[in-house]
């Protein structure tokens, strides 16, 4: 089957994650499988499918290959998409990776977007209730993934004190809001003021971290340990190191890093986000809470001195983390277009 993947960038991050490793693992199963780019779009992760990069630096429906499926995702992907399945370029098929009329400003022009098809994937069960109640679509939903190279090393038990990570990102503008960063640094500084000799560690993309004057100012207090892994491999080894992982997003379609964490080992402390209900049990395999209990640092703390309950909570995790597979999200990706064509 053909496919063509309009898509604007595939810089660091969740959805463009999401986007490698569905592309990469249709090429496997033997898709003819396009993405179609900006001039201007990065591409951090290894891509197996074709990409034609366009003339101009928007999406236009004469840049749209023939297809059997055209795949939109962000909404600013969706006119052009709509446009060439309207003159007989393929299929229109939305890939919502996050619901953007609550998620970004100018909701005027996001929302209208979901009135350009009924044939929608999304990532979660709550993200699937959202767009059922306001638009009368139900989506198929495909879940993320994590990758084998995410596992448990065991490398922990060295730890001579107790460490406990986050990641953050660029903090100034409006596109990480949701991450609440204010209140996550708010919580780990009192977890370092309560706990000295804890090391709290903070994973960043380096670019980001180059650019962004509020990262700047935290590195060089001294407070924190800040990353910037490269790779899966360097990834990987950083959350073997963490005792705790914490997150203190409000808002996600899905969320990649907590079940890399758990994948890994480590307990994991977050707030309610949406997306991850769909893996986060409290008190069964991490403790979650919402935003306006204000409770993070005193979870973490909880865990710090409960070393019983943070290797249970640990232990369920990984086991709870091992189902959750690149495999099983192309399958499942790939029986949803396959639906929607009818083949």
Not at 179 to 198: F, K, M, N
């Amino acid at each position: 089957m053909k496919l063509t993947f309009p898509i604007l960038t595939l810089c660091i991050g969740g959805a463009q994650r999401m986007l490698a490793e569905v592309t990469n693992g249709l090429v496997a199963r033997g898709h003819d499988v396009t993405i179609l780019m900006p001039p201007q779009g990065d591409v951090d992760y290894p891509v197996q499918a074709r990409i034609i990069r366009t003339k101009e630096p928007s999406l236009r429906p004469e840049d749209y290959p023939v297809s059997d499926v055209i795949v939109s995702n962000y909404y600013l992907t969706v006119s052009s998409a709509a446009l060439a399945s309207a003159s007989g370029k393929g299929l229109h098929v939305r890939f919502s990776l996050c619901y953007e009329p609550t998620f970004l400003p100018d909701n005027h022009l996001t929302f209208p977007t979901y009135q350009f098809t009924d044939k929608v994937i999304v990532l979660s069960e709550w993200q699937r209730q959202i767009i059922a109640l306001n638009h009368g679509i139900s989506g198929r939903i495909v879940p993320v993934g994590v990758s084998a190279t995410f596992r448990n090393l065991h490398r922990r038990e060295q730890n001579t004190n107790l460490q406990i990570t986050a990641i953050v990102r660029h903090a100034e503008g409006k596109w990480s809001w949701h991450r609440d960063q204010p209140y996550l640094i708010t919580e780990l500084e009192r977890i370092c003021a309560s706990r000295p000799g804890v090391v709290v560690n903070l994973i960043c993309p380096a670019r980001e971290l180059s650019i962004s004057p509020t990262l700047q100012r935290l590195q060089k207090s001294g407070r924190f340990v800040f990353h910037s892994p490269e790779t899966d491999e360097a990834l990987r080894d950083v959350y073997n190191m963490t005792d705790i992982f914490v997150n203190s997003s409000t808002y996600d379609s899905a969320s990649i890093p907590g079940l890399e964490a758990m994948k890994c080992g480590a307990a994991l402390v977050t707030t309610y986000s949406g997306g991850n209900a769909d893996y986060c049990r409290h008190m069964d395999n991490c403790l979650l809470s919402y935003r306006y209990e204000s409770r993070l640092a005193y979870d973490v703390l909880r865990l710090i001195d409960d070393a019983q309950l943070r290797r249970r909570l640990a232990e369920s995790g990984e086991r709870e983390a091992e189902k959750w597979t690149w495999e099983n999200s192309v399958e499942k990706f790939d029986s949803a277009i396959r639906a929607f064509t009818g083949n």
